[in-house]
């Protein structure tokens, strides 16, 4: 017989007596952010919403809504691109993988997958880490992988690729020589070329990324006989749609309110300058205003990528696809007026405001600042020469008579 006794706490009763029912101690929830006043007691443990199943629901004109793509077009196809190549990689992998959601162990092996193509000269590092930030932001929220040791190997593969000479691909700086050279190259006699001549004087004036050229509306742009008040709805860096407005002062080189006025003339006698149409649209070759499908998607604005390559063919056509070894697209607008006002000693605060940065994002100085040749801004400078103007006087003379 075992030695090993359980003493339990219990009370006798009579067989004609109802036993009494068992009282359960009731259970809290307490977690580190809990906060509780004088005499509260935490909330139960087992205490849920009364949620039915209407508050599940979403209805069909909610789920068409939702639908509707919520990025910029371009983007949104760059994310499916770089979807589809990591479906068709895992499903190209022996045993498959599950794309979504996917493991941390498939996350990584692509990744690894990617660099070493990269290695092979296909891709840069930047590209890859945008792609594996696409693939991890379409993972659903509570199944994301982690992707610590993906990025440890892709910073030290940057650091090996710098070291071995790899750049970064910048666009070129079209800044206000570049420009007024490109504008001037224009026909501004015709609805092309007022167009044409207003867009790349606004493109620099107020540093617009090529969808914010795209959607801008007619509305947004006030004329005054002192500079235009442009109002740019959304950006990249204002995805919730407060707006930034800012004034422009007109300037003789750009000579944006005759510019303006001129285009907007053209649109008036088009039928096309009500307050929410395009400010920007696509001609015929005898400037009359190109039809598109009642059902397409951008209605009748110009595609952010039409804007680019016509930016890029007005460069092209003054002489200047490349300048200082860079390619021409419709950053270099942005880049140029940037560095041009950097050049000049504009505080990155209010560049930042100008070009619709984040506040206190340094992206203006490390990204968009991209001088020709040697520049003109040396720190060093700023320090006086020891002894003066007269001791390095003294200095040259005496290296020049031990030369000769």
Same mark, same amino acid.
């Given at each position: 017989?075992?030695?090993?006794?359980?003493?339990?706490?219990?009370?006798?009763?009579?067989?004609?007596?109802?036993?009494?029912?068992?009282?359960?101690?009731?259970?809290?929830?307490?977690?580190?952010?809990?906060?509780?006043?004088?005499?509260?007691?935490?909330?139960?443990?087992?205490?849920?919403?009364?949620? %039915?199943?209407?508050?599940?629901?979403?209805?069909?004109?909610?789920?068409?809504?939702?639908?509707?793509?919520?990025?910029?077009?371009?983007?949104?196809?760059?994310?499916?691109?770089?979807?589809?190549?990591?479906?068709?990689?895992? =499903?190209?992998?022996?045993?498959?993988?599950?794309?979504?959601?996917?493991?941390? =162990?498939?996350?990584?092996?692509?990744?690894?997958?990617?660099?070493?193509?990269?290695?092979?000269?296909?891709?840069?590092?930047?590209?890859?880490?945008?792609?594996?930030?696409?693939?991890?932001?379409?993972?659903?929220?509570?199944?994301?992988? *982690?992707?610590?040791?993906?990025?440890?190997?892709?910073?030290?593969?940057?650091?090996?690729?710098?070291?071995?000479?790899?750049?970064?691909?910048?666009?070129?700086?079209?800044?206000?020589?570049?420009?007024?050279?490109?504008?001037?190259?224009?026909?501004?006699?015709?609805?092309?070329?007022?167009?044409?001549?207003?867009?790349?004087?606004?493109?620099?004036?107020?540093?617009?990324?090529?969808?914010?050229?795209?959607?801008?509306?007619?509305?947004?742009?006030?004329?005054?006989?002192?500079?235009?008040?442009?109002?740019?709805? %959304?950006?990249?860096?204002?995805?919730?749609?407060?707006?930034?407005?800012?004034?422009?002062?007109?300037?003789?080189?750009?000579?944006?309110?005759?510019?303006?006025?001129?285009?907007?003339?053209?649109?008036?006698?088009?039928?096309?300058?009500?307050?929410?149409?395009?400010?920007?649209? =696509?001609?015929?070759?005898?400037?009359?205003?190109?039809?598109?499908?009642?059902?397409?998607?951008?209605?009748?604005?110009?595609?952010?990528?039409?804007?680019?390559?016509?930016?890029?063919?007005?460069?092209?056509?003054?002489?200047?696809?490349?300048?200082?070894?860079?390619?021409?697209?419709?950053?270099?607008?942005?880049?140029?007026?940037?560095?041009?006002?950097?050049?000049?000693?504009?505080?990155?605060?209010?560049?930042?405001?100008?070009?619709?940065?984040?506040?206190?994002?340094?992206?203006?100085?490390?990204?968009?600042?991209?001088?020709?040749?040697?520049?003109?801004? *040396?720190?060093?400078?700023?320090?006086?020469?020891?002894?003066?103007?007269?001791?390095?006087?003294?200095?040259?003379?005496?290296?020049?008579?031990?030369?000769?």
């Amino acid at each position: 017989m075992s030695t090993d006794v359980e003493v339990v706490s219990a009370e006798l009763v009579g067989a004609d007596e109802e036993v009494p029912a068992a009282v359960e101690e009731p259970r809290y929830l307490v977690t580190q952010h809990t906060m509780l006043g004088p005499g509260e007691l935490p909330p139960l443990a087992d205490l849920k919403p009364a949620w %039915t199943d209407a508050d599940f629901r979403l209805s069909e004109e909610d789920l068409a809504e939702l639908g509707e793509p919520d990025l910029a077009d371009t983007t949104v196809a760059n994310r499916r691109s770089t979807i589809r190549a990591f479906e068709e990689w895992c =499903a190209a992998q022996d045993p498959q993988r599950l794309p979504f959601p996917c493991t941390t =162990a498939t996350y990584t092996s692509y990744g690894l997958h990617l660099i070493r193509r990269g290695k092979a000269g296909e891709f840069k590092p930047d590209s890859v880490g945008q792609h594996m930030s696409r693939i991890w932001n379409e993972q659903p929220m509570d199944y994301r992988p *982690d992707p610590s040791r993906f990025k440890g190997r892709l910073r030290a593969w940057r650091k090996d690729w710098v070291k071995a000479g790899g750049e970064v691909d910048r666009a070129a700086a079209v800044t206000i020589e570049y420009n007024v050279r490109i504008i001037e190259s224009i026909d501004e006699s015709t609805n092309i070329g007022k167009r044409d001549a207003f867009l790349a004087a606004l493109a620099y004036g107020n540093l617009h990324r090529e969808m914010e050229l795209a959607d801008q509306l007619v509305k947004r742009v006030k004329i005054h006989d002192t500079g235009l008040h442009v109002t740019t709805a %959304t950006s990249k860096t204002d995805q919730s749609g407060k707006g930034a407005s800012r004034f422009i002062k007109d300037r003789d080189d750009l000579q944006l309110v005759r510019r303006a006025r001129a285009w907007v003339s053209v649109l008036r006698e088009l039928g096309a300058a009500g307050p929410n149409d395009p400010l920007f649209r =696509a001609l015929t070759v005898k400037g009359r205003l190109r039809s598109y499908p009642a059902d397409r998607e951008r209605g009748q604005h110009m595609r952010p990528g039409s804007l680019n390559e016509r930016l890029q063919f007005l460069a092209e056509r003054a002489g200047v696809p490349y300048i200082d070894g860079k390619k021409v697209t419709s950053h270099s607008w942005r880049a140029g007026a940037n560095t041009d006002m950097a050049e000049r000693g504009v505080p990155l605060s209010e560049r930042n405001v100008a070009g619709r940065w984040a506040p206190g994002s340094h992206t203006a100085d490390t990204v968009y600042d991209r001088r020709h040749g040697v520049g003109t801004r *040396d720190p060093l400078d700023k320090v006086p020469q020891y002894g003066g103007p007269a001791r390095a006087a003294v200095a040259t003379a005496r290296s020049e008579a031990s030369a000769e």
